[in-house]
């Protein structure tokens, strides 16, 4: 959104470099994500910066305050409670897409927040990646509060792994070398030397969990959770020895229950903020609900990935809902089309990635993830057969 990057970097653009980009991951990790990585990065002005830093530290204010356990323990659902649950989320994330305000100017408005690690390994590296194909200005960084990359890695490497060997520190997810966001797990594994393992790997004994490799039975003592819990839930043809809500003598480096504390299940507790359309349990409203609700987005509470939400709702739509407490009316926004492209412009998404550490007041953004959209919603679904989408990283002056 800085013109003069913008021209530039689309003048310089050549898909051999892009597709150059791709094959290095590839090439790098074994692996190719069937995400698409998009054509180009973002470009965004002290201005636009300093609106999104002010709608995070705004939610943020929300989420640190004493009540916010109190108001969100019904998110928590009965028999999924993991025991020994921190004092607060040790990763936050913020998704903002890009609209014009009323007067013109651009504002960042709330789509989803979660207190669940994204892909803090993979932008990293692709944010490099980019640099090293294309002309980025070395004073644009993604990264944020004056951290260098080096700062970056040493951040994450004392919250996940601290002083335990990284063989005794796990990544944990269902079956990770099926997930669309795998390359993340062995990024961290080359930086990290964090093992990643399905939940299937996992044995007890007592409250001592191992895993096995090469022969040895390995102690596991932190747990870096990547699990989502939806998917979990679904998955009963897994057969497991680990049962997450068992007492288990490991710590959690983000700890499951704040994947239910922050996520829909927040989005009503924020109308106040000027960045937040206006969130609604629909238990709440169902017998007043808005009379515009063709400006609503429908959403289920326990849900990943845009799973059962509803774009264009009508009343038949809250009529067939059976258990309205699990759902949400959220006002829709209207992505601008600001990226311009060599054909139509593209639509954007900004994930703000923070981290809590302990001992410290309130989260801190420390990073970022975009996403690119010339379709109705930015996922791959919406957005097939089109160029310049996908996944990206912003660069901030």
Avoid at 59 to 82: E, M, R, T, Y
Avoid at 95 to 121: H, T
Avoid at 144 to 155: S, T, V
Avoid at 381 to 393: A, I, L, M, R, T
Wanted: aromatic share 12%; net charge negative; hydrophobic share 35%.
């Amino acid at each position: 959104m800085i013109q003069q990057y913008r021209k530039n970097y689309n003048t310089n653009f050549t898909s051999e470099k892009h597709e150059a980009l791709v094959q290095e991951i590839e090439d790098r990790y074994g692996h190719r994500p069937p995400f698409r990585i998009a054509e180009t990065p973002l470009f965004i002005g002290k201005a636009k910066k300093a609106k999104l830093i002010d709608a995070c530290e705004q939610i943020i204010d929300v989420i640190v305050q004493p009540d916010f356990k109190k108001k969100s323990k019904g998110a928590l659902l009965n028999g999924q409670v993991v025991p020994n649950e921190t004092d607060h989320t040790t990763f936050l994330q913020m998704d903002f897409g890009i609209c014009r305000a009323a007067n013109g100017e651009l504002m960042p408005q709330l789509i989803e927040v979660q207190g669940f690690p994204s892909l803090y390994f993979y932008q990293y590296t692709v944010s490099k990646l980019y640099r090293k194909y294309f002309d980025i200005p070395e004073h644009l960084s993604p990264l944020f509060g004056g951290m260098n990359g080096k700062e970056y890695l040493e951040m994450l490497r004392l919250i996940i792994v601290g002083d335990e060997k990284p063989e005794n520190v796990i990544l944990l997810e269902v079956e990770p070398e099926k997930q669309a966001t795998q390359i993340d797990f062995r990024i961290c594994k080359e930086l990290l030397g964090v093992p990643y393992k399905c939940v299937t790997d996992l044995k007890c004994e007592g409250h001592d969990v191992y895993y096995e490799e090469n022969g040895r039975k390995i102690k596991v003592h932190r747990i870096f959770n990547r699990v989502i819990f939806d998917e979990l839930i679904r998955r009963d043809d897994l057969k497991r020895d680990f049962i997450f809500t068992e007492e288990h003598d490991v710590e959690w480096i983000g700890h499951p229950n704040w994947f239910f504390r922050i996520s829909k299940h927040t989005l009503p507790l924020l109308g106040h903020i000027p960045y937040v359309p206006n969130s609604y349990f629909l238990n709440d409203v169902i017998d007043n609900v808005p009379a515009d609700l063709e400006n609503y987005v429908l959403k289920p509470l326990y849900s990943f990935s845009g799973t059962g939400v509803i774009i264009n709702v009508n009343q038949y739509d809250i009529d067939s809902i059976k258990d309205p407490e699990n759902y949400i009316l959220q006002r829709k926004v209207e992505y601008a089309p600001v990226i311009e492209t060599p054909n139509i412009p593209a639509k954007c998404e900004i994930r703000m990635l923070c981290i809590w550490e302990a001992g410290e007041d309130r989260p801190k953004i420390v990073n970022n993830l975009a996403r690119l959209s010339k379709g109705e919603m930015i996922g791959v679904k919406y957005n097939k057969d089109k160029d310049w989408v996908g996944g990206s990283v912003s660069y901030f002056e």
